[in-house]
């Protein structure tokens, strides 16, 4: 049974329904004490009887059945309590044909399994398939599993896939990519090193799509923070897009109150901020830029005024 539009069975209803007018922790947690019996119940297959028919599990053959299992695990996760016994309808799900039950799967995944959990690694080779496939959407899900899921170890494993991903012809796939490339570094930077990831931005700042290249602005202000010392040769460059920016010459689609794309502007200044710093010869290229992009950003909104701040 489910109910009204959508696609809750009455059940998990009455229990979202349960859990938010329970008055106290303590009623809470009986609440979920027997959820955790149920979901268990439900996990179990039912014992065959000699001389009838062997009775199927329905939650194992039921992929809404299964997926709406892995979300009442996940409740019983966010509210304190051990779901472990579930972890493995997680993993097997991940397997999944339909992308819808793939991305629950990898959801619940990287929410509850702790970084040292040996389901992790048995991930890897799930999250290799669905790099090399040839369906975007499942590209993007192998991208998104990798940032949320994989461990230092398992970086050498999928960097590989992240770094060919970068040419891909999709600009989803592209952002989405140079995200994961630098999650990737974080976590084992002995594997993806900063060079590595630096010679990829230098390609992907230029790349013909605005989304693309508005992720890349993320990483370089993450990296500079750390060490501007690679980011020096680039000021033309940022310059150069930061003038195109103010001259309204990216799609409209970017505008904000007729503000032309003030999340990157607030990027770009930050990163000239940040590489120009204590440094005379970088900051001589910057002055002209920063002095016109707060004058066209000074029009009265709040959007325009955050510019103006990140300029002074």
Known sequence: MSTGGTNLSKEFFDLLKAIGESKSKQEEDR???????????????????PGQPTVVNTL????????????????????????????IKALEMTASASLYHKRTGYLV????????????????????????????????GGLLACTTIITGDMVPAVSGEVFKLLDHASE?????????????????????????????????????????????????????????????????????????????????????HRVPAPWMQLK??????????????ASSGMYEILHETMKKADIGINAGYAIVYECI
């Open 60 to 87: 194992l053959n039921s992929k809404r059945r299964a997926k709406e299992f892995l979300v009442r695990l996940l409740y019983v996760e966010m509210l304190g309590h051990d779901a472990s016994f579930g972890y």
């Open 109 to 140: 995944c990287g929410a509850c399994l702790a970084p040292t959990h040996e389901f992790r690694f048995m991930m890897v080779n799930q999250m290799q398939r669905d790099l090399q496939s040839s369906h975007v959407l499942e590209i993007c």
């Open 268 to 281: 770009l200044v930050r990163i000239l901020g940040l590489v120009g710093a204590n440094d005379a010869a």
């Open 172 to 256: 989803t796939v592209r952002k989405k990519a140079i995200l994961c490339l630098h999650r990737c570094h974080q976590i084992a930077p002995e594997a993806v090193t900063q060079g590595e990831v630096v010679e990829k931005l230098r390609k992907v700042l230029c790349d013909r799509d605005p989304s693309v290249m508005g992720a890349s602005l993320n990483v370089i202000e993450a990296l500079a923070e750390a060490d501007t010392l690679p980011f020096k040769e680039l000021v033309p460059s940022l310059v150069s897009i930061l003038k195109q920016v103010c001259d309204h010459r990216l799609p409209t689609d970017y505008d904000y």
């Open 31 to 49: 609440i979920i004490i027997k959820e955790i019996a149920t979901l268990k119940k439900k996990l179990e297959a039912p014992p065959s009887i």
